[in-house]
């Protein structure tokens, strides 16, 4: 058969040590990877990943839609400081406006009818 020499006890001993150490290394690795929420955080993170890599792709396929409907969500998160805004503005103005009239009516005098200024 062979004519290597059988190796010495120790030998053996010390090989034998070495290969359950192995297995129990793959037996620890095996366990960690079945662990249920092992196996939870693998799938989320795996779905997490296509979802991620899913819009992308489409951000890049049609970016005018994307930036359309983002503007469009956006504005519609933001409606009611912009309505407060616009409609803030609005009657600022107008109580400006009026103020302007009413100051400049007070200050300059008409003149009576029939004399002569």
């Known amino acids: 058969m062979t004519d290597t020499p059988p190796p010495s006890l120790s030998e053996a001993e010390a090989r034998s040590r070495n290969a359950r150490e192995r297995l129990f290394g793959t037996l620890g690795a095996i366990q960690h990877?079945?662990?249920?929420?092992?196996?939870?955080?693998?799938?989320?993170?795996?779905?997490?990943?296509?979802?991620?890599?899913d819009t992308v792709a489409t951000v890049r396929a049609n970016p005018r839609t994307v930036a359309t409907v983002a503007g469009a969500a956006l504005l519609f998160?933001?409606?009611?400081?912009?309505?407060?805004?616009?409609?803030?503005?609005?009657?600022?103005?107008?109580?400006?406006?009026?103020?302007?009239?009413?100051?400049?009516?007070?200050?300059?005098?008409?003149?009576?009818?029939?004399?002569?200024?």
């Open 33 to 53: 990877k079945l662990n249920p929420m092992t196996l939870a955080q693998d799938a989320v993170e795996n779905v997490a990943i296509g979802v991620a890599r």
């Open 77 to 117: 998160l933001a409606r009611k400081p912009l309505a407060r805004l616009l409609i803030g503005g609005a009657t600022a103005a107008s109580r400006a406006s009026l103020k302007k009239r009413n100051s400049t009516s007070k200050s300059t005098p008409h003149p009576k009818k029939g004399s002569r200024s």
